[in-house]
């Protein structure tokens, strides 16, 4: 069975900082990762996306996540983060070939203080 | 707004109780889903259709959980005899089945918050 882990459950941190949010997955497969965004208040959002190709993947609002196939990763990075970007922020993953049967990891909440 | 409607935002029920919630996905999404998120978790796949067919059921889904999408628009999803450990967040999704999968895009309604007493 698929499982994804995200190491960090809680992050705090002050505007201009780098983030970097892990994420690991079990399957042994051809996969497609995703990260998805919940800010406070409002409904779950696709950050970002691999299914094939590129494994750099760049998404809205400046995020991007790199796909290591050796290592079963799916980091998602930013390089300057905003008090706008203070969310829940969850990585998933399904079987390649669709939206089936996605399975999320527990989400990170990320503070980003002024 | 996702466009994806849930009703209703709240629900408070007494154990041994049975409810019912609604989805209604993006009009022309012909793949509906639901998912529950409790406390500290992300949210765990329930079941999927893709019109009225129920295509994937997840091993969560008990005897008491029952979901059906009659037209291929709207879904709703039942427990009955509803226990304490029913208490959480119902998410519903829909997406367009894509011919090329990297175009699919799932879209998460605002959920059904259930407690039981």
């Known amino acids: 069975a698929q499982s994804v882990s995200q190491h960090n459950h809680h992050v705090i941190l002050s505007e201009a900082a780098s983030l970097e949010l892990g994420c690991n997955y079990s399957y042994g497969g051809t996969v497609n990762l995703f990260w998805y965004v919940q800010y406070p208040g409002q409904h779950l959002q696709l950050l970002l996306k691999?299914?094939?190709?590129?494994?750099l993947v760049k998404g809205i609002k400046g995020f991007e996540a790199e796909f290591i196939k050796s290592k079963f990763s799916f980091n998602l990075r930013k390089p300057s983060v905003q008090w706008s970007d203070t969310a829940e922020y969850f990585c998933?993953?399904?079987?390649?070939?669709?939206?089936?049967?996605?399975?999320f990891g527990t989400g990170t909440k990320l503070q980003v203080i002024p | 707004d996702t466009g994806v409607s849930q009703d209703p935002r709240h629900k408070i029920t007494k154990r041994g109780q049975n409810v019912t919630f609604r989805c209604d996905p993006i009009s022309e999404h012909n793949r509906l889903y639901w998912y529950r998120q409790t406390l500290g978790q992300g949210p765990e796949f329930l079941t999927y259709f893709q019109n009225e067919a129920q295509l994937e059921k997840s091993r969560l889904l008990s005897d008491r959980f029952s979901a059906e999408r009659p037209k291929g628009s709207f879904s709703t999803l039942e427990i009955q005899r509803t226990e304490q450990g029913d208490s959480a967040m119902y998410l519903c999704?829909?997406?367009?089945?894509?011919?090329?999968?990297?175009?699919?895009?799932?879209?998460f309604g605002s959920g059904t918050q259930l407690s039981v007493l």
């Open positions: 999704a829909s997406s367009l089945r894509q011919t090329w999968a990297t175009n699919e895009k799932l879209f």
């Open positions: 998933a993953v399904a079987y390649s070939g669709g939206y089936q049967k996605v399975t």
């Open positions: 691999y299914f094939s190709g590129d494994p």
